[in-house]
């Protein structure tokens, strides 16, 4: 796969699906080093008619599972090397979340940039830092420890 990964690139790599499917490109990513990918946050988001009526707020916890998702794909990116050989998606479990952090809501119209960078990982279990960011602004922070199958 070649970059940028779209959103039929990813559904290829992840077993998410709408509405939960929350990453639309990656548009850079170094194997086992770090990856970016973007979501285009959009009013027509289904969890908006909840969060909150007339004044709508990503929820944080979303947030936090679009990150982990963005470090599936570098996972699995970097499990296929070069060979690019995909046979279904693979299962991503959250193990922990730690030092996470949110510093300002995000809101429709905004596009959420993830920047992650793998602090270690073995075989099956990665451990990831990641920074989502609005333009300049850092709207989060975490680390994630996850299972990649």
Same mark, same amino acid.
């Given at each position: 796969?070649?970059?940028?990964?779209?959103?039929?690139?990813?559904?290829?790599?992840?077993?998410?699906?709408?509405?939960?499917?929350?990453?639309?490109?990656?548009?850079?990513?170094?194997?086992?080093?770090?990856?970016?990918?973007?979501?285009?946050?959009?009013?027509?988001?289904?969890?908006?008619?909840?969060?909150?009526?007339?004044?709508?707020?990503?929820?944080?916890?979303?947030?936090?599972?679009?990150? %982990?998702? =963005?470090?599936?794909? $570098?996972?699995?990116?970097?499990? @296929?090397? +070069? /060979?690019? *050989?995909?046979?279904?998606?693979?299962?991503?479990?959250?193990?922990?979340?730690?030092?996470?952090?949110?510093?300002?809501?995000?809101?429709?119209?905004?596009?959420?940039?993830?920047?992650?960078?793998?602090?270690?990982?073995?075989?099956?279990?990665?451990?990831?830092?990641?920074? %989502?960011? =609005?333009?300049?602004? $850092?709207?989060?922070?975490?680390? @994630?420890? +996850? /299972?990649? *199958?």
């Amino acid at each position: 796969m070649e970059l940028p990964l779209d959103v039929e690139d990813i559904m290829k790599l992840l077993p998410h699906r709408y509405p939960f499917l929350l990453v639309d490109r990656v548009t850079e990513l170094e194997a086992g080093k770090r990856v970016v990918g973007i979501k285009n946050v959009t009013y027509n988001e289904p969890f908006f008619q909840g969060h909150f009526p007339g004044k709508p707020i990503m929820p944080g916890v979303l947030i936090i599972e679009a990150m %982990a998702q =963005v470090g599936g794909i $570098l996972a699995r990116m970097t499990k @296929l090397g +070069a /060979s690019n *050989e995909i046979k279904e998606p693979g299962s991503v479990f959250f193990m922990a979340m730690d030092k996470v952090k949110f510093r300002r809501p995000v809101l429709p119209g905004d596009q959420l940039v993830f920047e992650l960078e793998v602090l270690r990982s073995r075989s099956r279990i990665w451990k990831v830092a990641g920074k %989502a960011r =609005v333009k300049e602004d $850092l709207v989060a922070e975490a680390e @994630l420890l +996850a /299972s990649i *199958e």
